[in-house]
Every structure is written in structure tokens, then in C-alpha cells.
């Protein structure tokens, strides 16, 4: 009989027709109580869960649309039915998952809320006082500052190129006040170096400005109110020889780099240039980037001129002036690399320290410009300074770095160019000697990235295996080495053939003029 009782009193119910659910009984600890026998207790029971059930749902109806159960899940879980002597006993567990689920609906009503919220706008910092050097350039182009037009495609681009060019020159003034003004003049306040020590590192950067400040107040004139420009190759054409101060600048910036350098090992200088290339001014450029500009800024003009030119329409005032402008600025960059060419040349030469006297080739003297040079490994792994100067290849080895750059110990015998022999070696070919294989290939037996070089026609032969860093870099060096031999050969071949022809004599000229004349005299008198 208590087993039925039990039975009777695992009372389930449903909100839903045909929905039945069974629980066991427990009391709030989760253990099992031993069931009452009492069939009036158990009819009580049912009566009171038949009336929390319509209060839970007149309490569902008065509660908003989105907290309303329809957004729980089908499956709800049972409620249990305890055994208590007391009515707190048997209600508490019954309205517990009523108001368990308001509470959910009113957090999930919150995080709705909080989702849909915007996020909170950041708190406004404080402007800081902007600098006269802006740290990102403007990327404007010519269409943006003009509002209407009736241009062609072509002539659109020719505007894009004039603007560019105008504004790459105030670009380069604002760099250079910037050095002046960030670099120069507190390094000089501030005694980091001597006055004479900046003016072999700066050289005529001063000179420079009010130079392209010229051209820009030419071209802006130019603009107009229009801001389109007609003609410009005639004002192009008046400013190019200007452009001559360049050599004076640039032939000085061999020793300023290598003096920049050396300075840059003092404490004060490292702290000073760090501190600046830190800064926002500085666009994360150091002092050479800025020291350069000028240079990149000259190669420049041939390339925006041909550009203008490229669209220049036909029966333009331009067309006919413009590859004349262009022609004088290309003489004068070519000018400027010919003269930077030999300030180089004579400045390592200056660093060559020699061992022997045999090694003080005429052929290192004569040159009177480098085609490259740098760093190269030898067939026994040593790292060596190759200089391929106009005449001659000289091997070196660095020696200690002074004020005035680096000093070179020649390394063996140089070689001169019109004697020279270039063999490259493919990538990948089996290394000849354990040597060279074991200093080029690390234990391999492929080598990469190698060429031979060697004297011919000496008593005493010399062969030299060396080794780049890269397919690029080889590639420089065996183009470099084969216009070298090939120019080397060429001039030796012409100094030989002016030797080899006889001086003329001026009285032999007379003497040919005469004996025409005689001729023509014959011939005269024949003829009556």
C-alpha cells in the first residue's frame, strides 16, 4: 500500500495538452523523504499546484512581449512536488522557477539593451600645439584642388605631372628648413660639434634653399588664379643652370658621410640623431635621408620632364622647347655624377694603404672614377672591400676607421682592367678544390652566387675566387667587371694605334697644296 501511495504522489503536470512530465520527490537538500500515506495531503497538494500554476500565468501575461516565456525553450524543466508539514514547505519550491524566470527574462531584456548601446566615444584628448613639420605628407593631386574643368584626359595628366613637380619643391624646401633649423643649428648651440665639423657634413645645404624657393615662386606664378598651367619649358629652360651648385654639393658628400659616421660613435651625437629620427618631425628618417634629398631631387627632373612631355598635346608652345629643356638638365645630372664620380675615386684612393711597392699599380692612380665596389668573400671565406676603380681592381681588407673614413690595406696583387679575365660560375656546379668548396658551400658541393677573376699575359698569373652575397649583387659585379674590360681594352687599343701612326709634318701640307696647284697650273696651260 505504500508503494501505491508513493506512486499517487509523483503528481506531474503540463501548461500544455498531452504534455506529461514526472519528478521524484525530494526536499530542498536534493534527499529523498519518506512519503506520506495521507490521501487528503496529496489532493492538497494538487489543488495548491493547480493554483500556483494559473497565478504563474496571469503573472506571464502581465509581463512584456520580449520577457514572455515564449522566448524560453520548448522543453521546460519539472517542477518538483515536496513533502512538508509546513505551507512554506510546499510553496517555496513552486514559486521558485516562476520567479527564476522573470529574473532571466529581465537580463536578457538588459543585455539586449546593452548590445544595442552604442559604444561610449572615447574621451578627447588634448590637442597638442602642431609643428611647422607635418609628419605625413599631403598625398592631394592637381584634380582635388581644382572644382570645375573642361580638360582632355592628356591634358589632365600634364596638370598631375606640373603639380607634382611644384609640389615636390615645397616639399624639399619645408626638408631642408627642417635640418637647418631641428639638426644644425642646436648641434652648434649645443656644442655636440664643432662648427667646422658641421660644415663638412652639412657642406652648402644652406645655399640650396633660397635656390628652390626660385623655382617654386616661378611656378606658382605660372598657376595663376586659374590653377592651370600653360607653358612651362621656357621657365624650366632659365632655372636648369642653376642647378650647377649641385656639383660643389654633392662632391662633398663622400667625406661628409664617412665623417657622419665615424661621429656617430660618440655618445652626445647617437643620443642627439636617435632622439630625432625618434621624433615626429622627422618622419623616421635619419639625418642622411635628409642630407640626400637634395640628390634624389636632382635625378628627378629628367623623369617629371619626360612625363610633361609624354603629355604634351600636339602644336603645344611646349612641343618644341621642351626636349630642349630637357636635354640641358640631363648634361648637368650627368655633369654632376661625372665630377661625384671622381670626389669618390680620389677619396678611396686616399684610404689604400699598400704592403709593397709592387702593389702601387700606375693603373689605381690614372682612374679618375669607381664603377662599384663593396663587400665580397674570398675561396677562404675571408670578407674582403673590393674597389673596381676605372683602370684596375683592387682587393682590400678594412682597416681601422679614422676621422676622415675608412682606411683599406690592399689584400695580394691588384689587377689591372685591360689584363683582366671574368669567369662566372654557375649556380649550383660542383666547387673545384676543398677550399673553395668548403668557404663557399659550408661542406656542400654546390656553390652559389661566384665568379673567378685573374691576370693574363703576366709572368706571374693571379686568380682570385670570389663570392657575393646575393644573385643581385653578382650580377652588378659581373656587369660592372665585363664594361670595364671591354673600356679598358678599347682605350689601351686607341693609345696604341696614336703611337704607332707618325706626327704629321705641317710643311708636308704646304708641300701637297703646291704640288695641286702645279697640276692645276699644267692643266691650265695644256688646255690653250
Not at 90 to 96: D, M, Q
Not at 109 to 123: G, H, K, N
Not at 318 to 347: M, R
Amino acid at each position: 500500500m505504500e508503494v501505491d501511495e508513493s506512486f499517487e504522489m509523483r503528481t506531474s503536470w503540463s501548461q500544455s495538452a498531452g504534455e506529461t512530465q514526472c519528478t521524484t520527490t525530494c526536499d530542498h537538500a536534493g534527499k529523498k523523504r519518506k512519503q506520506d500515506s495521507t490521501p487528503e495531503r496529496v489532493i492538497r497538494m494538487t489543488e495548491d499546484n493547480e493554483q500556483e500554476e494559473e497565478e504563474e500565468q496571469e503573472e506571464d501575461k502581465m509581463l512584456p512581449e520580449h520577457m514572455n516565456d515564449s522566448e524560453e525553450p520548448s522543453n521546460k524543466r519539472v517542477k518538483p512536488v515536496v513533502k512538508s508539514n509546513s505551507l512554506t514547505g510546499v510553496i517555496t519550491p513552486a514559486k521558485t522557477p516562476a520567479l527564476k524566470r522573470i529574473g532571466q527574462s529581465i537580463s536578457r531584456s538588459i543585455s539586449f539593451r546593452t548590445e544595442a548601446r552604442p559604444l561610449p566615444t572615447p574621451p578627447l584628448r588634448s590637442r597638442t600645439k602642431g609643428t611647422m613639420f607635418p609628419r605625413r605628407r599631403n598625398s592631394q593631386c592637381w584634380s582635388d584642388t581644382v572644382e570645375i574643368h573642361n580638360l582632355t584626359a592628356k591634358e589632365i595628366k600634364r596638370q598631375e605631372v606640373i603639380y607634382e613637380l611644384t609640389e615636390g619643391e615645397r616639399q624639399l624646401i619645408e626638408d631642408l628648413s627642417l635640418v637647418k633649423k631641428v639638426y644644425y643649428e642646436p648641434m652648434l648651440k649645443l656644442d655636440i660639434m664643432s662648427e667646422s665639423e658641421l660644415r663638412q657634413i652639412f657642406g652648402t645645404l644652406d645655399s640650396l634653399i633660397p635656390l628652390h624657393e626660385d623655382l617654386l615662386s616661378r611656378l606658382e606664378r605660372l598657376r595663376g588664379s586659374k590653377k592651370t598651367v600653360g607653358e612651362v619649358a621656357p621657365t624650366l629652360m632659365n632655372w636648369f643652370p642653376c642647378l650647377e651648385a649641385y656639383v660643389t654639393y654633392c662632391c662633398n658628400q663622400v667625406e661628409a658621410k664617412a665623417l657622419l659616421d665615424h661621429k656617430k660613435h660618440e655618445k652626445r651625437v647617437e643620443q642627439f640623431l636617435r632622439l630625432c629620427q625618434e621624433s615626429s618631425f622627422s618622419r623616421k628618417l635619419d639625418l642622411w635621408n635628409f642630407l640626400d634629398l637634395p640628390r634624389s631631387r636632382l635625378v628627378k627632373y629628367p623623369l617629371l620632364l619626360k612625363e610633361i612631355q609624354k603629355c604634351t598635346p600636339a602644336e603645344h608652345p611646349d612641343e618644341f622647347t621642351l626636349p630642349d629643356a630637357l636635354q640641358l638638365i640631363q648634361s648637368i645630372v650627368a655633369e654632376v655624377n661625372k665630377k661625384t664620380g671622381e670626389a669618390e675615386c680620389q677619396f678611396y684612393r686616399r684610404g689604400l694603404t699598400y704592403l709593397e711597392d709592387c702593389q702601387r699599380l700606375p693603373e689605381i692612380q690614372q682612374s679618375r672614377f669607381l664603377y662599384c665596389h663593396g663587400e665580397l668573400k674570398n675561396n677562404k671565406g675571408q670578407r674582403l672591400h673590393v674597389f673596381l676603380f676605372e683602370l684596375a681592381l683592387v682587393l682590400t681588407r678594412p682597416g681601422e676607421e679614422r676621422e676622415g673614413g675608412h682606411v683599406f690595406q690592399v689584400y695580394r696583387q691588384p689587377l689591372p682592367n685591360a689584363s683582366l679575365n671574368l669567369e662566372v660560375i654557375p649556380d649550383g656546379e660542383a666547387g673545384g678544390g676543398g677550399s673553395f668548396r668548403g668557404a663557399f658551400t659550408g661542406g656542400n658541393d654546390k656553390v652559389k652566387n661566384c665568379f673567378r677573376v685573374s691576370s693574363r699575359g703576366r709572368s706571374k698569373a693571379h686568380s682570385y675566387s670570389l663570392q657575393a652575397n646575393d644573385s643581385f649583387s653578382k650580377q652588378q659585379w659581373v656587369t660592372c667587371l665585363r664594361q670595364a674590360v671591354v673600356q679598358s681594352r678599347d682605350r689601351k687599343a686607341q693609345s696604341r694605334q696614336s703611337v704607332a701612326l707618325p706626327h704629321s709634318d705641317p710643311t708636308l701640307c704646304h708641300i701637297a697644296d703646291l704640288s695641286l696647284s702645279c697640276d692645276a697650273d699644267m692643266a691650265e696651260v695644256t688646255g690653250r
